[in-house]
């Protein structure tokens, strides 16, 4: 089969290599450059959406902000999977919190935010501290503001006008601040007769707003099961088929959304080698129309993402049960260039290896790993 996937990273070069031992073809679309790639090389094999679209049994997506109407011009063809609603609703702040409410999933409090009044509104109502966020095209943390104090609430309306003046299209959403223990994901896969799979809860650490360390959770049965209700409502509303990430706030074992991703996601690339099936492999068996297979936890394995480095020291390569994933890109600051996976036979083991791997890399480079180490 032939898959053609929006959006032309690493995670879809990581879906070639995992789709490849299942004889399947992936290339990608590069929604910036009008161009199909081989999804490993990278190397550009063809041009325009229309030849490509007709090229493809299937198609998918990588990330969630791409143009409108590629996304229909994609579901026009009927191969589309998860299809344009799903990506819609993972690109648009505002279509997901409906879809939160109308599936009644419990998420942070909000307003819509387009103006002075409503921004005063939003405050009143929701009191602070508030967080606020655009509705399109955040990641990492960016496109976000945090108020804390009433005193602080005009300079940053300024802010948050000004960036609302520079692109029409866009909006607010304000949430409130949420006083959370920790963050979890769960990550799973929904096929097209409405069969569900999911991997254990995902604990995940962020550094200024980056993913930086994933973690399979030490979470109760209830814990486990209520994330897994919460999937089965939200992909059951959209009638899904792929793999969907849902991103937790964890409040004294009451989950509360913060945000979906319709794809594969960075908190499920422990999935590599601490599940049986990886995340990448589940998504294209998924859109594929092939059994799901096993998403069941083989050891204990925790992921360390490579943010801004193009270089790791080789004696990394020397720890047990460690394996490193470079994804072929340019070198910038805190762009993610690759990432460290790490199981062990049990947690005790895990523990000493990551501390052995720690020990070789940079702690400016990789600040905080030490926070990650406590909890396992
Ligand atoms: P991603 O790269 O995961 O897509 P994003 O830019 O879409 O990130 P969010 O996940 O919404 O942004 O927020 C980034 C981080 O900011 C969260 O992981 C969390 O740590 C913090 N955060 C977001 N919303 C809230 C909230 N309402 N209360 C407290 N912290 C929050
Ligand atoms: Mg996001
Ligand atoms: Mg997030």
Redesign the pocket.
Known sequence: MKILVLGAGQLARMMALAGTPLNLQISAYDVNTDTVVDAISQQKVAHGLTAAIANADVITAEFEHIPLPILDQCQQSGKFLPGAAAIKAGGD?RIEKQLLDAANVQS?AYAIVNTETEFQQAIAELGLPL?F?SALA???????WRLKTADQAAALWQDIADFLAADTKQAIVA??????QR?VSLIGARDAKGNISVYPLTE?H?VN???STSVIAQASVELQLQAEQIFTKLANSLEYVGVLAI?F?DLKQQLLV??I?PRVH?SGHWTQQGAEVCQFQLHLRAICGLPLGSTHEIRPTLMVNILGEDTVPTEVLAIAGLQLHWYGKTKRPGRKMGHINLSAANNTELKQQFNQLISLLSPTAFPQLDVMLKQL
């Open positions: 702040r942070a967080v966020k955040g990641y990492d943390g960016k496109g976000q949430e409130k601040f949420i006083p959370f963050e995940n962020h707003g980056v993913l991103e706030f913060n945000e991703a960075n």
